[in-house]
């Protein structure tokens, strides 16, 4: 038996009502779906509908797997938002209701949606935390610690028109300083950094 592969997610959105398995399409040119396969400027590409709803399927078993409950109580529902209006859009009727302008996605994912049965309308309120460790098996947000020279920043103090003040440690010597940062336009030459310092 194989290793269970980790599968890769645009975004999982957990709601009162469902948890939701959400692939964005950012596609300009002509759009056909059919029930197989997506056709994108007339050449074939897997079908996002199907991609995403065996995603929500393996995710909604990983979650029964954890948490007992939610084999029966909680849905997982899939949904495939598009970032912009293609040139032409065709879907087959039976993923109409799940492949949509992200305009109208939102209104899929609020509370009460018409995606799901009415049974399993705040069937995860108060239950959204546990679910969300659940799924990140209690992964925390990986914060990139913000750097200015030999010097790394504790703590953002305030900010205003281009002077930021930066609580900062130094590297080597572990000395804690206060930094005076001036945020400069990237694009600017050598020249005008160089008149810029000597102001």
Known sequence: ????????????????????????KDLAPPVEITEQQMFVNGNPRANPF???????????????????????DGWVEHLVPLARRPASLTICDAMKSRIVLLEDATELINPGTKLLQNRFHGQLSGKQAQIVETITDGASERIVPVSFGDFIATSLMFKVRGLEAWRARHMLTDVEVLLEVHRLEPNLTQQQIHQWKSK
Not at 4 to 22: G, L, N, R, S
Not at 52 to 72: G, N, V
């Open 50 to 72: 199907l991609k995403t709803r065996i995603k929500a399927q393996k995710l909604k078993s990983r979650l029964s797997k954890k948490l007992p409950w939610f084999e029966h």
């Open 1 to 24: 038996m194989r290793p269970e592969q980790p599968e890769e997610y645009d975004i999982i959105a957990v709601t009162p009502d469902a948890v939701f398995a959400i692939e964005v």
